[in-house]
């Protein structure tokens, strides 16, 4: 594998296999790449590490076919295994400059923020972009914080040189609010996974993401 980097992507999809039950990951990650997903970010976390590796493997293999950016979340010994294009790190997860060791400069590591001072350690730390929320309140994420909110959101991405990923909320309505506070993209849970049609609604988000990237917010 080459030590150059992969693009970090725009829309990220989070598979999802606790909040519903209708799609598996590959499934949802199969809908989510033909509704326009640039990155697919596998989530899981409960259950057994062979099953997490065999999922994981098989959504690696679709990705690489799709030229799609392959996350895991947490897992890094998975990510490891299964050779993902990077791993998605929480503030309690595995350490971003332990993860950047093992997995070397050639791939993509994402840290998760709900602060300022946090976002400003994931970049300290090396990691090549900050997943920041909630923006807006979510049910999908038991564990997640307060909300930070639109002006919060703001100046993480002023003081903070590397993309910036909007989670926690996120609706097509609210791209444009999100990608006019200077977000790079965002990632979704529900927002695909929770709906009768995940194809149709990732392509939703990816029309509404490219209306905002082509108009330059």
């Given at each position: 594998?080459?030590?150059?980097?992969?693009?970090?992507?725009?829309?990220?999809?989070?598979?999802?296999?606790?909040?519903?039950?209708?799609?598996?990951?590959?499934?949802?990650?199969?809908?989510?790449?033909?509704?326009?997903?640039?990155?697919?970010q596998f989530?899981?976390?409960?259950?057994?590490?062979?099953?997490?590796?065999?999922?994981?493997?098989?959504?690696?293999?679709?990705?690489?076919?799709?030229n799609v950016?392959?996350?895991?979340?947490?897992?890094?010994?998975?990510?490891?295994?299964?050779?993902?294009?990077?791993?998605?790190?929480?503030?309690?997860?595995?350490?971003?400059?332990?993860?950047?060791?093992?997995?070397?400069?050639?791939?993509?590591?994402?840290?998760?923020?709900?602060?300022?001072?946090?976002?400003?350690?994931?970049?300290?730390?090396?990691?090549?972009?900050?997943?920041?929320?909630?923006?807006?309140?979510?049910?999908?994420?038991?564990?997640?914080?307060?909300?930070?909110?639109?002006?919060?959101?703001?100046?993480?991405?002023?003081?903070?040189s590397i993309?910036?990923?909007?989670?926690?909320?996120?609706?097509?309505?609210?791209?444009?609010?999100?990608?006019?506070?200077?977000?790079?993209?965002?990632?979704?849970?529900?927002?695909?996974?929770?709906?009768?049609?995940?194809?149709?609604?990732?392509?939703?988000?990816?029309?509404?993401?490219?209306?905002?990237?082509?108009?330059?917010?």
């Open positions: 594998m080459s030590m150059r980097k992969m693009r970090i992507g725009r829309l990220h999809i989070l598979t999802d296999d606790v909040l519903q039950s209708t799609f598996s990951h590959v499934e949802l990650a199969q809908l989510a790449m033909k509704g326009g997903a640039d990155t697919i989530r899981q976390k409960v259950g057994s590490t062979k099953r997490m590796i065999k999922i994981a493997r098989h959504i690696r293999e679709l990705c690489g076919r799709q950016v392959f996350i895991v979340n947490d897992r890094v010994d998975v990510a490891m295994v299964v050779d993902a294009d990077g791993v998605h790190l929480g503030q309690d997860d595995f350490p971003i400059p332990f993860a950047r060791k093992l997995l070397g400069e050639g791939k993509i590591i994402g840290g998760s923020a709900a602060t300022l001072d946090e976002a400003e350690k994931c970049f300290s730390e090396g990691a090549d972009y900050v997943g920041f929320g909630p923006v807006y309140p979510t049910t999908s994420k038991v564990d997640a914080g307060p909300v930070s909110g639109i002006q919060i959101l703001k100046k993480v991405v002023q003081k903070t993309p910036i990923i909007a989670i926690g909320g996120i609706t097509k309505e609210r791209i444009p609010e999100v990608m006019g506070a200077g977000a790079y993209g965002i990632a979704v849970i529900s927002a695909v996974c929770c709906e009768k049609e995940p194809e149709a609604a990732t392509r939703f988000l990816h029309s509404a993401l490219r209306e905002c990237v082509i108009e330059g917010r």
